[in-house]
């Protein structure tokens, strides 16, 4: 199969949030006075048109909308958004379309306003079921919120994921399988569970949560997760997803997988195999600059091409989060070298 001929995917990243959470590391910031949609949507597809230069027009097979919160976007906006993505991109007839949604952002009409656009799975961000968790996380929803959006979710498509986390500051281990256990009841047919982790340059690094889990409890709490999931007929096939059969995010496994592709949206990096090499994109992270720079025609504020020397290790560090490895020949179709060089 030639490069043009191969699919690719397409991440579209909205950075802002109604507040920053205390954990969070991504490239994502508060709404605060408001956002001018319509200049960062604009800006997004003319970042569409320069990575379909470096691409080509390629068939697209799946598309994420995250974030940031993309559920704060207005009806209006995603359908001019997806006007005109539909008109610059090739979209496989199955695409899997997936925007993220923060329950406390959760209207029942602007889900099926998505929904009438095009999207066709959500993936929300619940985290936990327990208040009190939930406040400790700073999340700005409570556990009746998160279910009234999963039920909504469930109303308008069949395929559904639910990030949930464990080892939360003050939760004990029965508190960790309490969670579990109303996840798998949830409907919802992909469950994304991360153990919280504090990173660097966020506020709960700054200032450690009190409570938080010690090692050895948060393991048995990921043990209990892996369990709890594994009987109720979720496949852990990826080092955080577990899905009900024939639900694995196809998004996520071209990522896992070393496919292609494109990253358009403040702080979004793409992965572009061209005729030359591996080509690495990365936008810049700051919205109002990242509009700017869309603006005056300036678009990957870094673009370089992945060395042969280190692909055995970008390959690697993407196919080893799979549970079922990945066909030898895979290494030789992704990057175009022989395998003796692994």
């Known amino acids: 199969m030639s490069v043009a001929d191969k699919p690719i995917a397409l991440y579209v990243h909205w950075p802002w949030c109604v507040r920053k959470c205390p954990y969070c590391d991504f490239n994502s910031h508060a709404i605060g006075a408001g956002v001018d ?3 960062y949507i604009q800006a997004l597809l003319q970042d569409v048109d320069a990575a379909v ?16 919160t993309p559920s704060l976007m207005s009806v209006q906006g995603f359908e001019t958004l997806m006007t005109g993505l539909r008109k610059r991109l090739l979209f496989a007839e199955d695409a ?5 949604a923060n329950p406390g952002t959760h209207e029942a009409a602007r889900f099926a306003g998505y929904v009438a656009n095009g999207v066709n799975r959500f993936s929300i ?16 929803h409570n556990r009746r919120q998160a279910l009234e959006a999963v039920e909504t979710a469930l109303t308008l498509v069949d395929n559904l994921n639910l990030d949930v986390m464990y080892a939360l500051p003050g939760q004990s281990l029965e508190g960790a399988a309490q969670d579990a256990l109303t996840a798998v009841k949830s409907g919802a047919t992909h469950l994304s569970f991360y153990e919280l982790t504090i990173e660097e340059g966020t506020a709960f690094y700054k200032r450690e949560p009190a409570g938080l889990p010690d090692g050895d409890t948060a393991a ?13 007929g979720f496949e852990h096939y990826e080092v955080s997803g577990y899905a009900k059969p024939g639900r694995r995010c196809r998004h996520n496994l071209n990522y896992w997988t070393f496919g292609d592709y494109i990253g358009v949206g403040a702080g979004a990096h793409g992965k572009i195999t061209t005729e030359g090499g591996i080509l690495r994109t990365e936008r810049r992270a700051n919205p109002l600059l990242y509009m ?26 993407n ?24």
């Open 319 to 342: 196919v080893l989060r799979l549970y079922d490895g990945v066909p030898v020949t895979l290494w030789e179709a992704t990057t175009g070298l022989p395998y003796e060089v692994i």
């Open 53 to 68: 230069e470096l691409a080509g027009r390629r068939p697209v097979s799946s598309v994420f909308f995250g974030g940031g």
């Open 220 to 232: 048995e709490m990921g043990e209990i997760v892996g369990t709890t999931l594994a009987e109720a």
């Open 125 to 140: 961000g619940v985290q936990s079921f327990d208040d009190e968790r939930l406040k400790a996380l700073g999340r700005i």
């Open 96 to 100: 899997e379309i997936t925007l993220e």
């Open 37 to 39: 949609e319509a200049g």
């Open 292 to 317: 700017d720079d869309a603006v005056n025609g300036r678009f990957a504020s870094q673009l370089s091409f992945v060395l042969a020397e280190s692909l055995p290790f970008e390959f690697m560090l």
